[in-house]
């Protein structure tokens, strides 16, 4: 009867605060990040309603948010986690309508953009400009600035390009995007983004995971083209 009376106390008191037990579990992402502020719930709701895609969606925002907590903690950065979380969860938003500008980099487009969704949000707008570098630094082709989130969420990016991940997003992109027009083009990026990306990174503990995610790349390439007569039966 203590325990009934225990979950009805607790029922009143998410009652009044106008929530559901089933909201109150689900105060964080699919992942398990944290949405510890009421802007952060804001922010994970915009992005799981309109930034769905199988390479850079929903899904690709939570893997570099967490692995650029790793990267910090492995290279004793110490890291905004507000700038990291809206930059995150952000960075590729100009690749999706209405955000997308025809001829400009998705990267310097989603920066220019971040605050019409971070200020309504109540996001701390002082943080803003750290965000936009941390944007428009992420990709593997990018300046990166000194600051740290910018460089852990550079990183995590062009880690989540290389290994398992990496072939998974790159041919689910087959068919749909120039640079896997079919598969022989996925294969392609795939073998190029095995030798080219390592170079880019600049944290001392992504330079480490890449060189586990390439040989990863390396041994399915390897298996691919045996099994697919040197890649002539595509």
Known sequence: MKGIAFVGK????????????????AQETKSGIP??????E????????????????LEHSERDYQLARVLAAGDGLEIDEDVLFAAAFLH????FEPYAVAGEDHSNTG?????????PAGFPMNKLPSVQGAIRAHMYYAEVPAEPVAQVLHDADTLNFLGAIGVTRIISLTTREGLAKDLPAAVATLENFSRQLPASLVTATAKAMAADRVQ?????LAALRNQSADGRAL
Do not use: C
């Open 216 to 220: 990863e790349m390396e041994s399915f």
């Open 35 to 40: 949405l510890d502020e009421p802007w952060k």
């Open 92 to 95: 590729d938003m100009a690749a």
């Open 111 to 119: 920066a220019d953009e971040a605050g019409t969704i971070l200020e």
């Open 10 to 25: 607790i029922w009143r008191i998410l009652t009044v605060a106008g929530l559901t037990f089933s909201q109150a579990l």
């Open 42 to 57: 804001t922010v994970y709701e915009f992005a799981a309603n309109n930034l769905q895609h199988t390479a850079w969606g």
